[in-house]
């Protein structure tokens, strides 16, 4: 068992990555020793969300906000159950947080959850290598290992592409969600929804959705519950022919980590519910979406980590600033133009962020609209959702 670091504000730790280059810092967090593959977040706030997103689990994340912890951490602020990360790079870390939500600081909750911090480094550098040279596997440790050690470590694990980690973070378990954004105050919850979460808290919900948890985030649920849906949540490799004996009005498949192509078991299942009951997928869930309807993933050079990404719906031609956390895209010129519709584009790179099935109730996006960059930009596809789930009833 991995001990509590001392709380020594000149303990030391390393980032050592596989291409040799080393990082020496400051420790926070806990005494321990974690390996991943290393991205960057440019995201300037929430660092509680990005903690707790499964879709990270398998990565070490640099933060390029400078300082992290002044807030501390809440239990609102979750997007899971614990901390998914396998270690924390920052500039600055703030042992002490200061707001009137805080029940616990950020050094209290990193060191109880056994994920080791490093600070006090050059974040900027650090970034800048990895967009050159892409993302890398490293080993960030608080334990006092030495750097040739944590080098060899780092070039010993494996690479994320090809990994298969969705059944890591999934549910072991299917279970009812039933909490909505409002019963946190309304935090994020969009004034469109308000009146259909009511509705929910009466045991009125309109609508029975079937959640695939391959890495789910709390607030898709939250979500998903304003706007008049009944949540049942199922493990990642639970099959369509159990969760169309649910009798769902849709299917939602959710964000996660890992590559999307060894997830060959979600793939068969989707295409055994298209076109039977209406579908929206988000990240991981996009990208399985693509595979299902006979394209392809690759792998992006740093992935797109961050709440500031320009998106244009093709559509409507406005722009919407996403939050995004993902490494693998799918590749639109590997779908069937005349099933699939291309529906978003990332401004920044052009790459794929959202498509649409042009005959059959089936869309998704690689984006998060349940994420409050916007901060209710993408709102709108909850309610493309219900809206298919209802025309969908209709013709039944």
Known sequence: MEEPLTRDPEARAILALEDGRVFKGRAAGARARRGGEVVFNTSITGYQEVFTDPSYSGQIVCLTYPHIGNVGTNLDDEESAKPYIEALVVREFS?????????????????????????DIDTRALVRHLRDVGALRGVVATDGTSAEKLIAEARALPTMAGLELASRVTSPKQYEWKR????????GAPLEAKSQTAATSEGQS?????????????????????????????????????VLALKPDGVFL??????????????????????????????LGHQLCGLALGGSTFKL??????????????????????????????????????????????????????????????FS????????????????????FMNMMNKSAEKA
Request: glycine share 10%; with cysteine; aromatic share 8%.
């Open 95 to 119: 042992a002490v947080g200061s707001n009137w939500r805080s029940k616990e600081s950020a050094q209290d909750y990193l060191e109880r959850h056994h994920v080791p911090v490093i600070w």
């Open 180 to 187: 909505g954004s409002i019963e946190l105050g309304g935090f």
């Open 365 to 384: 996006v690689q984006y998060h609209p349940e994420a409050s960059p916007g901060p209710h930009d993408a709102r709108y596809l909850f309610n493309d």
């Open 206 to 242: 309109r609508y029975k959705v079937v959640a695939y948890d391959f890495g789910i985030k709390q607030n898709i649920l939250r979500l998903l519950v304003d706007h008049g849906c009944e949540v049942t949540v199922v493990p990642a490799q639970t099959s369509g022919e159990d």
């Open 301 to 362: 050079k740093f992935g797109h980590h961050g709440s500031n990404h320009p998106v244009q719906n093709l559509r409507t031609k406005k722009v919407e600033i996403t939050s995004q956390n993902h490494g693998f895209c799918v590749d639109p010129d590997s779908l069937p133009a005349s099933d699939v519709e291309i529906t978003h584009v990332n401004l920044n790179d052009h790459t794929n962020e959202g498509m649409r099935h042009r005959s059959l109730p089936f």
């Open 254 to 283: 959710s964000n996660g980590p890992g590559d999307p192509e060894p997830i060959g078991y979600a793939v068969a299942n989707i295409r055994k519910m298209l076109g039977r009951v209406p579908i929206f997928g988000i990240c």
